[in-house]
């Protein structure tokens, strides 16, 4: 322990008192406890928020294959899409599938995505027919953190298609196709 040297004000004299909390050789026991605490903490809250940053990006994946897969249906429903002439008898620049993963608003969705359409059967209607049905499928794969196995994010809409299918064609099988 240190002694060191105070004046008490009362009594008017100097008066020898012993610091056994402060000075070189007597630190704070707890002063390195809240660093300890903080470093013990840090890696599972980083943890926690890189965890919630990939969730928001699977939901916003998740968001976007939706919204092109309801656009795509829409789209194979009326046998046009943007980009594509209004004359029949011209051929589209691009296929269907090609412009909806285009159409994709973030890059690793554009990049990683598998657009796929199909005709589900039905017994009243023939393959790519008026009244008929026509389905979008997206496919993406997505890794949540890296600590886990990547899973496959899905959209598919059904539609009623409105106009023959002539600019399009189906990459699935019809009985493969499902209702």
């Not at 004299?13 to 704070?28: A, E, L, N, Q, W």
């Not at 990939?54 to 046009?80: E, K």
């Not at 159409?103 to 359409?117: E, K, N, P, Y």
């Amino acid at each position: 322990m240190r002694e060191r040297f105070v004046v008490d004000k009362r009594r008017d004299r100097i008066v020898r008192r012993r610091d056994d909390t402060h000075g070189p050789d007597c630190s704070d026991r707890e002063s390195g406890q809240a660093m300890v605490e903080f470093a013990l903490v840090l890696f599972p809250l980083l943890l926690l928020v890189a965890g919630i940053l990939h969730f928001g990006i699977g939901l916003n994946y998740w968001l976007d294959m939706n919204r092109l897969s309801n656009q795509g249906a829409r789209w194979a429903a009326v046998n046009r899409w943007p980009g594509c002439p209004a004359d029949q008898s011209q051929a589209c620049p691009t296929t269907l599938q090609a412009y909806i993963r285009n159409a994709a608003v973030s890059q690793g969705l554009r990049d990683s995505s598998t657009v796929t359409i199909c005709f589900p059967q039905d017994s009243a209607y023939t393959a790519g027919s008026v009244g008929g049905p026509v389905k979008v499928r997206i496919t993406s794969p997505f890794r949540l953190v890296r600590l886990f196995p990547s899973f496959t994010l899905t959209a598919r809409t059904t539609m009623r298609l409105e106009q023959k299918a002539t600019r399009y064609t189906a990459d699935v099988p019809q009985n493969q196709c499902g209702t």
